[in-house]
């Protein structure tokens, strides 16, 4: 195997690898162009069994589990071991099912296997260890139950942090294989956020990172060379259900309804982002900060919504992953904009990654009102109670050199990666620039001016301009307590300005499981034959996304999904 080495910058990745992910940007939002919504109003009301729940604006999100005549099913099979969702989870147990002999069936929705992105948060991987990157598994363990403010379940994630370096030493031979090459993402020795964040190694990176083949494709070639056959178009109605059992489920088809029947099932089916129903009822604090959408348009919680009806229950509280890269016009406020089903979240960039580098950030008032150093969902939620629920962040033309000393981390560190191989800020933005919805400027009047700042408003934001240079030239952040390191001026023309919202990736509360990530009732016992894993799974994490914790969501998939596999044919113990 081609050994993998540390890499703080990732300076092997190119300019056009990085700018295909800009592009993908302009092309207008994929998840946002075919994201709906819900009436306005809302409910935090959480579901705690399969029952429909009634939410104040008259919309039942849950619904009533189909009823399909036995007449109208088309074609019956029987397996071992169902597999629902073709995405990070359900790949990983299909791969593991594959390499160890079970009879198993993967069904995907969609046409094609589902994106990757090319990170994945390994504890203690040989490849970290070698390289000074030791985890302490305990602390670990209790930063994520703080993080979730101990609503989760700690025998949970304790399989992501026991067993995710043998998943990828598994899924790194394959990659290797597939001529794509692993790095350690090493994160800088010093405190960040304001505070004593712990910082564990964990983001392994295979490069280049958005040039086939990816995960899930090499997955997949292995999955069919081995004699295994993906059903795509395969839209999950229901699962088959009775008396506290699950065994199987019901698809539609091209050719009709389709029935699986099953001696074990995997809900791998993501979370409800693009369910603006759902989130209108269980996500109003993220929809209060969102402006723009990164989610997968298939995420609508169909999984989910069977789960319930088979009787599970899902976690009480949201957990919503969003990054501070949801670049918008001026005057464009957070939430849903139009009415119904054809209301979008207004954003049309995906993610403009600047948003997440800790320049001055301000309110439509033109002052700050947070620490601009700390995680993504903090921002956004510190925004959500700002007018409009959005927030403008300024720079100046010494972004590049600002950007490689904030040292920021996980995937907001393209932008360091790409200032360390020389790209001009102007080509970085490029996409927000060539749109309008980045300001660029030749004085800070007129920057105010563009930006929507009028009256008092543009006073004071001239004048927290004065302000924040005066804290950079102290090297204190005596106002909200920001690290020296990451202040900066903003003196040197052009100036640079962009109002940003959240961009929503996806939900992480889902089916409360144990450890072997069988499904749980509402009185904490496991539904036979039922599990559930990576987004649509639950007892993880709680009311955010922990971003310093740099990629556990797709560690934690990967290794729930292959831990059933390797469950379900007797090579773990139960």
Not at 322 to 333: H, Q, Y
Not at 368 to 385: L, V
Not at 502 to 516: E, P
Request: proline share 4%; aromatic share 8%; with cysteine.
């Amino acid at each position: 195997m081609t050994k993998s080495t540390k890499n703080t910058t990732l300076d092997t990745l190119s300019r056009r690898s990085f700018l295909g992910i800009s592009a993908l940007g302009a092309a207008g939002a994929l998840g946002a162009g075919l994201a709906g919504c819900a009436p306005s109003g809302s409910s935090n009301q959480m579901v705690q069994t399969g029952e429909a729940q009634e939410l104040s604006t008259g919309a039942t999100w849950l619904g009533s589990e189909p009823v399909v005549e036995s007449a109208e099913i088309t074609e019956t099979l029987d397996t071992d071991f169902l597999i629902i969702g073709a995405g990070t989870a359900g790949l990983c147990a299909a791969g593991t099912a594959s390499d160890l002999g079970l009879d198993f069936i993967l069904c995907e929705k969609n046409e094609t296997v589902q994106e990757t992105r090319e990170y994945l948060g390994v504890v203690n991987s040989p490849l970290a260890v070698a390289q000074g990157g030791e985890v302490d598994k305990a602390k670990l363990l209790n930063e994520l139950t703080r993080y979730a403010s101990g609503k989760c379940d700690q025998e949970v994630i304790k399989v992501w942090i026991d067993e995710s370096a043998e998943m990828f030493e598994w899924i790194d031979a394959k990659m290797q294989n597939a001529g794509k090459a692993s790095v350690v993402d090493m994160p800088a020795e010093h405190a960040t956020g304001g505070t004593d964040y712990y910082l564990p190694v964990l983001q392994h990176v295979w490069l280049t990172p958005y040039t086939p083949p990816m995960r899930n494709d090499v997955l997949q070639t292995e999955i069919e060379q081995a004699g295994n056959t993906i059903r795509f178009k395969h839209d999950l109605v229901k699962l088959i259900h009775e008396d506290g059992e699950v065994r199987g489920a019901l698809f539609a088809t091209d050719n009709g309804y389709v029935q699986i029947n099953a001696q074990a099932t995997l809900l791998a089916t993501g979370g409800y982002p693009a369910n603006p129903e759902m989130m209108s009822a269980l996500q109003p604090a993220a929809l209060s900060c969102c402006t723009a959408s990164s989610y997968a348009p298939n995420d609508d919680g169909a999984g989910l919504r069977a789960g319930l009806w088979a009787g599970g229950v899902k976690d009480e509280d949201p957990a919503p992953m969003i990054f501070d890269r949801g670049a918008v016009a001026p005057g464009v406020d957070a939430g849903y904009a139009g009415e119904g089903k054809n209301a979008v979240l207004p954003g049309g960039i995906f993610q403009e990654n600047i948003g997440s580098q800790p320049f001055m950030k301000v309110n439509r008032k033109g002052v700050r009102f947070a620490n601009e150093s700390t995680p993504y969902d903090i921002m956004c939620f510190q925004a959500g109670r700002q007018p409009g629920g959005v927030f403008c962040q300024v720079f100046d033309a010494n972004a590049p050199e600002d950007i490689l000393r904030f040292a920021t981390i996980g995937c907001s560190a393209f932008a360091n990666q790409m200032m360390a191989v020389g790209m001009p800020i102007d080509e970085f933005c490029a996409v927000a620039l060539e749109q309008g919805v980045m300001v660029k400027a030749d004085s800070l009047d007129e920057l105010a001016d563009s930006l929507g700042f009028e009256g008092e408003a543009k006073q004071a934001f001239l004048n927290q301009v004065d302000r924040y240079n005066e804290l950079y030239e102290a090297g204190e952040d005596s106002d909200f307590g920001k690290e020296a390191y990451r202040l900066s001026a903003i003196k040197d023309a052009p100036f640079y300005g962009c109002w940003f919202g959240g961009s929503l990736l996806t939900t992480l509360d889902g089916l409360k499981i144990n450890k072997d990530c069988q499904v749980l009732d509402a009185n904490g016992d496991v539904i036979s034959g039922f599990y559930a894993a990576g987004d649509v799974s639950g007892n993880f994490f709680s009311g955010n996304y922990p971003e310093y914790i740099v990629g556990c969501a797709s560690g934690r998939s990967s290794t729930q999904g292959r831990h059933v596999a390797r469950l379900l044919a007797g090579d773990l113990e139960a």
